[in-house]
């Protein structure tokens, strides 16, 4: 069984790659524990509810008027529409890619100290009725 390091990972949103401001990624896949036990039930029962994932991004921030990652985000912020993001592990071979059409809740453009870096934490939810999916490249 062979383990993966993650060295290289392409990011984009909403089309535009944005990877060399991607610090880390998170591509989170789940759906509720719906219980089912019933009466006389000796164990919990469980079943699978409604899917919840997320894109979670850890970006160092970029105020480049057109294609800089605060013109991409600002206006995601509450749109119900969303953008297409794209998360592929260009590490290993074959690829594996995965995709949401997902929406920004949150926002932070301005996130830092002095002397630091200007990171911003980016956590994309699915729209309604999308969800991740995967495939490989």
Known sequence: MSKTILTDAKVT????????????????????????????GTSHAHGAGLRDDRMTFEAYQDFTAVSGL??????????STGATVVVQNVSTSPGV????????FEYH?????????????????????????????
């Not at 089309?15 to 006389?40: K, P, Y």
């Not at 605060?70 to 749109?79: E, V």
């Open 13 to 40: 949103i909403g089309g535009t790659n944005v990877s060399s401001l991607i610090r880390s990624v998170d591509v989170q896949m789940s759906v509720d524990d719906v219980d089912l036990t019933a009466m006389g």
């Open 109 to 137: 453009p301005l996130n830092g100290e002095v002397g630091a870096a200007s990171m911003t934490p980016l956590t994309f939810l699915p729209a309604q009725g999308s969800y991740i999916t995967r495939a490989t490249v």
């Open 70 to 79: 605060d013109a991409i985000c600002s206006p995601l912020l509450g749109s």
């Open 97 to 104: 890619t995965y995709t949401m059409v997902g929406v920004l």
